[in-house]
């Protein structure tokens, strides 16, 4: 009887916390929809004036995040986000509010100085800091996981992680190039540490880094990440939240003091991958049909200066002989671009008499080779589909 009593007040106490959940995640997407159409007007206005003064420095710099501090980076009715986007005239954006998804990517766009200020007001956003305020001994330090593609992770990292060490002298914050593409993009972390300032400093280096260097970037092809349920790059650890209140002095000094470079002791990431499904079961999960993959899978780690030792994987895969020239394209463009997307080293077999099949081997990061697979899975779906289209207008 007890047990009944207590079942009545204890199903409402659970169905009124789930409600105040649901409120609040609908508030917080409300609000970022209408900072967006806000947005439209603003976005306009910048790219006017971008065009007026023929603006070379304009630069878009994108930060992975969890709901919990896109919520702080938004602000109570949008109030921060639309500050922030007054004072720096830069365009920010917030990716969809999707219900089971716990990331989202900030977008920023404008000028290379004006985006790295940007950085330096999320940092105290979400640390909830005096605005303006200058960073000193009780600020604390925070990451920010900037998403940068592989082809412009190089030069960031310059040569033996030159362009790291720079940066880190000039800002007195801490860079941390991440090692492996993010679940199907071709996108890396670069890991800023430090207070507002060094953020900053550093954010401003790094995009000028890229504008130096976009000449070079001109025909490559980016995959932006998409938070998706398949996987959470983020490490958790309050619930839906990120471990990024680390603390750490500030030393003023420290950015005019060169600093002893040691691969070996850089921090731990401020975030970790999930347990990486298989092949098969990604097959499984995201419907790849067209693609036949091989029981072997080796694995080898390659050691990498001024990052993490790099798990590298030799996937063989077969598919259907009369698809494999779709799959190449013409002079190799389709299969160039796929090598260039997600930086596999991908070789496809010759044709071996009375088989149907061809093998293909696929040597890359782990998620770097499923990216690979399911572009090439794609391909053949999609030419399988344009084939039934032109025979049923034959059939009419």
């Known amino acids: 009887m007890k047990d009944e009593a207590l079942k009545g007040p204890l199903e409402a ?37 971008n065009e007026k003064t023929g603006d070379d420095d304009y630069i878009h710099l994108r930060m992975l995040c969890l709901v919990k501090e896109a919520s702080m980076i938004v602000g109570p009715g949008g109030e921060k986000i639309t500050r922030m986007k007054a004072e720096s005239n830069t365009r920010i954006n917030v990716s ?31 640390n909830e800091e005096e605005e303006g305020s200058k960073s000193d001994e009780k600020s604390v ?8 593609p ?18 880190e002298n000039l800002s007195a914050a801490k860079l941390v190039a991440g090692p492996e593409t993010l679940p199907l993009s071709n996108d890396r972390i670069l890991c800023i540490n430090g207070v507002a300032d060094a953020v900053h400093i550093a954010a401003y280096y790094v995009g000028q880094t890229i504008i130096n260097h976009q000449s070079t970037f001109a025909y490559k092809k980016c995959i932006f990440y998409q938070p998706n349920a398949l996987h959470s790059v983020l490490d958790n650890s309050y619930g839906a939240g990120i471990h990024h209140q680390q603390q750490h002095q500030y030393r003023p000094g420290e950015k005019h003091r060169k600093r002893p470079y040691r691969p070996s002791a850089q921090p731990n990431y401020p975030y970790a991958y999930t347990s990486v499904p298989t092949f098969q079961g990604y097959a499984a999960a995201l419907n790849i049909s067209n693609v036949r ?56 077999d010759d044709r071996v ?8 081997t696929i040597k890359g990061t782990p998620m770097a080779s499923h990216t690979a697979v399911l572009l090439i899975n794609n391909k053949i779906e999609a030419d399988k589909q344009n084939e039934q289209v032109r025979r049923a207008g034959k059939l009419l």
């Open 353 to 360: 008499d009375g088989c149907v099949e061809r093998k293909i």
């Open 13 to 49: 106490s659970n169905v009124l916390k789930r409600k105040q959940e649901d409120c609040h995640e609908e508030s917080l997407e409300a609000e970022i929809k209408r900072v967006a159409l806000e947005d439209v007007e603003a976005e306009e206005r910048v790219e006017d004036e």
């Open 293 to 348: 993959f091989a029981d072997a899978l080796a694995t080898t780690t390659i050691p990498a200066a001024g990052t993490p030792q790099i798990s590298m994987v030799q996937q063989e895969i077969y598919i259907d002989d009369a698809y494999v020239g779709n799959v190449i394209g013409k002079g190799g463009k389709h299969i160039n671009s796929i090598k260039e997307s997600t930086g596999c080293s991908i070789q496809i």
């Open 150 to 167: 592989h082809h412009m992770m190089g030069c960031v990292i310059g040569r033996q992680g030159s362009r790291l060490r720079e940066i």
């Open 141 to 148: 330090a925070m990451t920010v996981n900037i998403l940068i």
């Open 96 to 126: 969809d509010n999707i219900r089971g998804i716990s990331e989202r990517v900030i977008y920023v766009r404008g000028r290379c100085e004006d985006v790295a200020k940007v950085f330096g007001m999320i940092v105290r956003a979400i």
